[in-house]
């Protein structure tokens, strides 16, 4: 599937496969195949003890959180902002700033020019890197350990990783997840695995009204594509 209004030059950068893996934080991340040739690596910075010690260097590192915060000492590791800084893998930021010298932007133009005034829910990093990945046209994306642990993001970011999983899949990309990962279990009822529902979300929202208030009753009444999803 070719890239959207893209840059290849970009895409070759952070993305030199045709399959993106995202490895975030939570349990699940265990299950990830870091290492496993034709995946292309996205992790956030937390990530990076837990990647040396499986000797997987990723595609580009993540970070497109405001530069306030971003400046900030991490409890997890005081010196972050200067490790990320003297990266030699990319780093994928809001905007490329001269102080990371490995860093580049984050496509807000084709974003923007793929959904034009079309309001949708993002809020996290997580939907954010799934719609790159739909932006650069892969057929594959996995997510491990991307499990909103936390209360507070499952109630602020699952509604914009439900709208970006929905629309890589209308687009055809395979989603893969692993068995019983609680991503979304506060969307749709059931779990991942044997019995979970026809996944509801593979139709392009702009072909259909449905996302007005986050509704996802009509979500559901409106998208009825076979699922595409894949559970490790």
């Known amino acids: 599937m070719p890239a959207i209004g893209m840059c290849p030059t970009l895409k070759e950068v952070l993305c030199p496969t045709d399959s993106v893996l995202i490895v975030m934080n939570g349990t699940t991340k265990e299950q990830a195949p870091v290492g496993t040739e034709g995946w292309s690596l996205w992790a956030q910075g937390f990530m990076k003890d837990w990647l040396d010690e499986r000797g997987v260097t990723p595609s ?86 991307c499990d909103y642990d936390s209360a507070q993001e499952r109630l602020t970011q699952t509604f914009g990783a439900a709208f970006a999983i929905g629309w890589v899949m209308g687009r055809g990309v395979k989603v893969v997840i692993p068995k019983l990962s609680p991503l979304l279990w506060n969307v749709c009822a059931g779990q991942y695995g044997e019995h979970f529902p026809p996944w509801p979300y593979g139709l392009d929202p702009r072909q259909a009204e449905i996302f007005e208030n986050q509704d996802m009753n009509r979500i559901t009444a409106f998208c009825k594509r076979p699922s595409r999803l894949t559970y490790a």
């Open 60 to 145: 580009c590192w993540v970070d497109l959180h405001a530069a306030t915060v971003r400046e900030e000492p991490k409890g997890w590791d005081a010196a972050y902002p200067s490790w990320l800084k003297r990266s030699a893998v990319p780093v994928l930021l809001r905007r490329k700033h001269r102080a990371y010298p490995a860093s580049v932007s984050y496509p807000w133009v084709a974003l923007r020019a793929q959904f034009q005034d079309f309001a949708f829910p993002l809020a996290g990093t997580l939907d954010h890197l799934i719609l790159l990945a739909g932006i650069f046209g892969v057929s594959r994306v996995g997510l491990y350990g």
